[in-house]
């Protein structure tokens, strides 16, 4: 499967804890429910499904990269931009000191 190289790995707790700090108030925007909203992760461990669109802009493309979560109730599907989530995810491993930040 192509990764887009730029993708830091998420997992599902990483995503979990975004939602938490940065959307303490996460609803559905159709249906308004509170709950029934599914995170698409292998596990908490694992992996945070990231879905990837081509995007055509004049002469080039890039691969615009997705986390998501599915409304269990109406079925909407709600998009966060990876690369804002991963900056998240950096910086706060690099506060609390955890070591693998890595910066090539
Ligand atoms: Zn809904």
């Not at 596990?43 to 890039?62: C, K, Q």
Request: charged letters at 20%.
């Amino acid at each position: 499967m192509d990764m887009p190289s730029d993708h830091l790995a998420i997992t599902g707790q990483d995503f979990s804890d975004y939602l938490s700090k940065r959307c303490p108030g996460l609803k559905c925007p159709m249906c308004q429910a509170t709950e029934n909203l599914m995170l698409h992760a292998d596990s908490s461990d694992g992996p945070a499904h990231l879905l990837t669109t081509p995007v055509h802009v004049g002469g080039g493309a890039f691969q615009l990269g997705n986390y998501f979560i599915t409304c269990l109730d109406c079925g909407h599907v709600i998009l966060f931009n990876a690369h804002r989530i991963e900056g998240w995810v950096r910086s706060n491993k690099e506060a609390a000191g955890e070591g693998d930040a890595n910066d090539e």
